[in-house]
C-alpha cells in the first residue's frame, strides 16, 4: 500500500512559485494588495497541488466556525427530514453549513454527539431531545461559552434555551374530542417516555378530553411503548387481548398507530366500523394504509426554519432570545376514513 500524501501547505506553494508564503496567504484570501496575475498564479497552483485551506485553524482565529450543529433523535422520518429540509434553507441563505448527528433515542449518545459538536467549535445547536434525556447538563458547556443552544419539537423547559414546538395539547384534545363525537367510549391512547413534552402533554389533552366529555379515565388504556411500527403491532394484540374490547385506538404518533392497524386488519378487524384509529405527525403513509389515517400536521419544513432563524438572529444580534422564548407553532387535525363512524 502507498504511503497517503502529505499535507500540501502555503509554504509549498510558495516554493514552486519561487514568492513568499505570505503572498501566498494573502493571494488564497483574495487580498487586494495582491496583483490580479499573481492570484491567478496562486489559485491555479493550489488547486493543482491539492492545497487546502485549515479551516480550523482559520476559526480558531475569527472564534468563529459558520457551523451549525444538529442533533436529532432519528434521521429516518419523513418529518425530521422535513425539518433538516428546512434548517438547511435558512442557514444555507445565511452562508452557514449544518453539520447533523442522531442520538438513536438514547441520553449516552446525545451527550457524546454534544461533545463533538463542542469541540468542532459550532457556532450554535440546535436540538430535538432523546427518548431518556432526564436532564441537559450536557449542554451547559455551550451555555457557559455565549453558544445558543435552541430545543425543538421535543424540548426541555429552561430559562436559558429558547424552544419551537406545537401546541400538542390542544392537538390531542381535538382528536380525542373527534373520537369521541364518533361515538367512541373506550379509547385507548398508544403514547412514549413521559419524559418527553410532546408525549406527556398529548397525554394530557387525551385524558381532559374524556373529561370534558364525562367518560371515565382507564389507565389500563394507556399503553407506553417506543411508538415503532412494531411497537403497533405489539399493542394490537394486547387491546385485542382486553376484557372489554375498546373502539378507538389514538396513538401519539403515526407509525406505531400503522403497525397496529396492520396487525388489526390481520386479526380480521374492521377499521373504523369495530375499532376507529388516529394518529399523531402525518406521516406520508397516512394516505397509503387502507382505511387511510386520521392525523394531526404539523409542518416540519416550517419548524426546521424557524429554529435555524432562531439560532441565526441570536448569532448576528438581530433577535433576542428572551424576547423570542418559547415560539409555538400550528398544526391541525386532518380527519380520513380509519376514524369516520357518523356519515354525516
Same mark, same amino acid.
Given at each position: ?25 494573502r ?36 472564534k468563529?466556525?459558520n ?97 419551537? &414546538?406545537?401546541? !400538542?395539547?390542544?392537538? #390531542? ?8 363525537? /364518533? =361515538?367512541? *367510549? ?36 394507556v ?26 385506538? &389514538?396513538?401519539? !404518533?403515526?407509525?406505531c #398507530? ?8 390481520? /386479526? =380480521?378487524? *374492521? ?8 394518529g ?65
Amino acid at each position: 500500500m502507498s504511503e497517503p500524501e502529505k499535507e500540501i501547505t502555503i509554504y509549498d506553494i510558495a516554493k514552486k512559485l519561487n514568492i513568499s508564503a505570505a503572498t501566498v496567504s494573502r493571494g488564497l484570501k483574495d487580498h487586494p494588495g495582491v496583483n490580479k496575475n499573481t492570484k491567478k498564479k496562486i489559485t491555479d497552483a493550489a488547486h493543482e497541488m491539492g492545497y487546502r485551506s485549515n479551516a480550523f485553524a482559520s476559526n480558531l482565529r475569527k472564534k468563529s466556525s459558520n457551523i451549525i450543529g444538529v442533533i436529532v433523535p432519528r434521521l429516518n422520518s419523513s418529518f425530521m427530514s422535513d425539518v433538516i429540509a428546512g434548517m438547511e434553507q435558512v442557514v444555507n441563505e445565511a452562508n452557514y453549513n449544518l453539520i447533523i448527528s442522531q442520538s438513536l433515542e438514547t441520553v449516552k449518545k446525545e451527550v457524546s454527539n454534544a461533545r463533538a459538536m463542542f469541540n468542532n467549535r459550532v457556532d450554535g445547536l440546535l436540538v430535538s431531545l432523546a427518548y431518556d434525556t432526564k436532564d441537559i447538563e450536557h449542554f451547559k458547556p455551550f451555555i457557559n461559552r455565549g453558544i445558543p443552544v435552541i430545543f425543538f419539537d421535543r424540548i426541555f423547559e429552561h430559562a436559558e434555551y429558547p424552544t419551537i &414546538f406545537i401546541d !400538542n395539547y390542544k392537538a #390531542a384534545y381535538e382528536v380525542t374530542t373527534h373520537l369521541i363525537e /364518533q =361515538g367512541c *367510549k373506550k379509547i385507548v391512547h398508544l403514547t412514549g417516555n413521559q419524559l418527553r413534552n410532546v408525549y406527556a402533554e398529548r397525554f394530557k389533552g387525551y385524558k381532559q378530553a374524556l373529561a370534558d366529555h364525562q367518560l371515565a379515565f382507564d389507565e389500563d388504556l394507556v399503553l407506553i411503548n417506543s411508538l415503532s411500527s412494531a411497537d403497533g403491532a405489539d399493542a394490537a394484540k394486547q387491546i385485542l387481548n382486553m376484557h372489554v374490547r375498546p373502539d378507538a385506538v &389514538f396513538a401519539a !404518533n403515526d407509525s406505531c #398507530a400503522i403497525g397496529c392497524m396492520l396487525e388489526m386488519k390481520k /386479526q =380480521g378487524i *374492521k377499521i373504523p366500523a369495530d375499532i376507529a384509529f388516529a394518529g399523531f405527525n402525518n406521516d406520508p403513509m397516512c394516505c397509503v394504509i387502507e382505511p387511510n389515517l386520521t392525523t394531526v400536521n404539523y409542518k416540519g419544513y416550517e419548524m426546521g426554519g424557524v429554529a435555524a432563524r432562531v439560532l441565526i438572529g441570536n448569532l448576528t444580534n438581530q433577535l433576542n432570545t428572551k424576547t423570542t422564548h418559547s415560539i409555538i407553532l400550528r398544526s391541525e387535525l386532518i380527519i380520513r376514513e380509519s376514524s369516520v363512524r357518523n356519515k354525516r
